[in-house]
């Protein structure tokens, strides 16, 4: 009997440590401490941080430098730094704005998905400036359309050239049937000031005109490229492992 009991505690600590030590959009995002937080933001299959405006290489090659991009809410996020002209210090040209975007760092985001809202609310609710029950709320919430957001240590060139001009600056493409998918309407998000750009979120339908999906289940990778100023910005999204508790996240 007490050689039982040990085997069954033995078990029950190694699951602990094994739950502990996974993925953390494995386990509920009401446990995340700030380490998984910054792991869900930095190295999951919906984060790509660290991007440079010279397009993404595939497999073991993609370079994922975290160190300067910064990520979304946390201390690093340096997306409100502009270069040249800014709301408060006129100045600047599109010379300057496209400079700016070329020497600048890409986060890149799947913000639909319920993984990296959970980690955008679960780091509020750590700071004190949202509760518990309501970021469950929130997070339990599946928007209508699927949500790319885009970080940068210079969000000069979104800040001259404002959201519209950016509508016909991305795509999604699938990898499968090369189909590409163009944003409804790109909105910005802003800083305390209300002015300042902090983020730009590109908003892709679900379903196609005819109600198809627009990206179908049995799709392996989506690709996400943006022209930003002379530079273009290309990454990709492995959507078979972009699965969470539930199940498929986008």
């Given at each position: 009997?007490r050689?039982?009991?040990?085997a069954?505690?033995?078990?029950?600590?190694?699951?602990?440590?094994?739950?502990?030590?996974?993925?953390?959009?494995?386990k509920?995002?009401?446990?995340?401490?700030?380490?998984?937080?910054?792991?869900?933001l930095?190295?999951?299959?919906?984060a790509?941080a660290?991007?440079?405006?010279?397009?993404?290489?595939?497999?073991?090659?993609?370079s994922?430098?975290?160190?300067?991009?910064?990520?979304?809410g946390?201390?690093?996020?340096?997306?409100?730094?502009?270069?040249?002209?800014?709301?408060?210090?006129?100045?600047?040209?599109?010379?300057?704005?496209?400079?700016?975007?070329?020497?600048?760092?890409?986060?890149?985001?799947?913000?639909?998905?319920?993984?990296?809202?959970?980690?955008?609310?679960?780091?509020q609710?750590?700071?004190?400036?949202?509760?518990e029950?309501?970021a469950?709320?929130?997070?339990?919430?599946?928007?209508?359309?699927?949500?790319?957001?885009?970080?940068?240590?210079?969000?000069?060139?979104?800040?001259?050239?404002?959201?519209?001009?950016?509508?016909?600056?991305?795509?999604?493409?699938?990898?499968?049937?090369?189909?590409?998918?163009?944003?409804?309407h790109?909105?910005?998000?802003?800083?305390?000031?209300?002015?300042?750009?902090?983020?730009?979120?590109?908003?892709?339908?679900?379903?196609?005109?005819?109600?198809?999906?627009?990206?179908?289940?049995?799709?392996?990778e989506?690709?996400?490229y943006?022209?930003?100023?002379?530079?273009?910005?290309?990454?990709?999204?492995e959507?078979?492992?972009?699965?969470?508790?539930?199940?498929?996240?986008?």
């Amino acid at each position: 009997m007490r050689n039982t009991t040990l085997a069954i505690l033995a078990v029950l600590t190694l699951a602990v440590v094994v739950w502990a030590g996974g993925d953390p959009w494995k386990k509920p995002f009401s446990t995340w401490t700030d380490s998984d937080i910054n792991a869900v933001l930095q190295t999951s299959p919906w984060a790509k941080a660290g991007i440079r405006p010279v397009g993404a290489q595939h497999s073991a090659e993609m370079s994922q430098a975290t160190g300067s991009g910064g990520v979304a809410g946390s201390s690093s996020d340096l997306s409100h730094v502009s270069a040249g002209a800014t709301t408060d210090r006129p100045g600047g040209s599109e010379k300057q704005a496209s400079a700016a975007a070329a020497d600048a760092t890409y986060s890149i985001f799947w913000w639909s998905s319920r993984t990296i809202r959970a980690a955008s609310m679960r780091r509020q609710v750590l700071k004190g400036t949202m509760t518990e029950v309501d970021a469950e709320k929130a997070v339990a919430v599946s928007p209508d359309e699927y949500m790319i957001l885009v970080q940068s240590t210079s969000m000069y060139i979104f800040q001259q050239r404002g959201e519209k001009a950016f509508e016909s600056a991305g795509y999604l493409q699938t990898k499968k049937t090369k189909q590409k998918i163009s944003p409804s309407h790109v909105a910005f998000l802003k800083g305390p000031d209300g002015q300042s750009v902090t983020g730009a979120v590109f908003y892709f339908p679900k379903k196609s005109a005819n109600g198809e999906p627009t990206i179908s289940p049995d799709e392996k990778e989506i690709d996400f490229y943006l022209q930003v100023g002379g530079s273009k910005l290309l990454t990709y999204f492995e959507t078979k492992k972009m699965v969470d508790s539930q199940g498929e996240d986008l």
